[in-house]
């Protein structure tokens, strides 16, 4: 499993609970450097193995991301969302955001997007030429 969280990563639940229990391992929120100067990225992340997760739960590695700068809140960018992508997961990884049905859609949190990885084999990409 490629999945980590990079020891450039800090450990920010040690007060906090993420899905139930203080984040262990690969599993809790963490604080990173933005490559944005000033601002900071939070990260909540799991990899499926956490105690709590359940059935098709535990075929992904998840990472959600958003971008503070003290009481300042805003949508990761594309170069920040690279970042963490690289931070988590190895190079050749293939990691994806969703955009659901908007039937489907839960926004609980505006300023925060997410990414993926299914571990349960190579996930499917377009053609390369289209890419």
Known sequence: MSFRVSNLIRRVDDERRV??????GNNGIFSVPS???GWDLILICADGLEPEARGEQKDWE???????????????????MHFIKSLCWDDEDTVVQFH??????????PF????????????PTPPLECV
């Open 19 to 24: 899905i139930g229990r203080v984040g262990i």
């Open 35 to 37: 490559i944005e100067p």
């Open 62 to 80: 998840h990472v959600s991301v958003s971008v503070r700068q003290g009481t300042k809140i805003r949508l990761p960018n594309w170069k920040e």
């Open 100 to 109: 659901p049905p908007k039937s489907s859609y839960i926004n609980t949190h």
């Open 112 to 123: 925060v997007l997410h990414m993926w990885r299914w571990k349960k084999g190579e996930f």
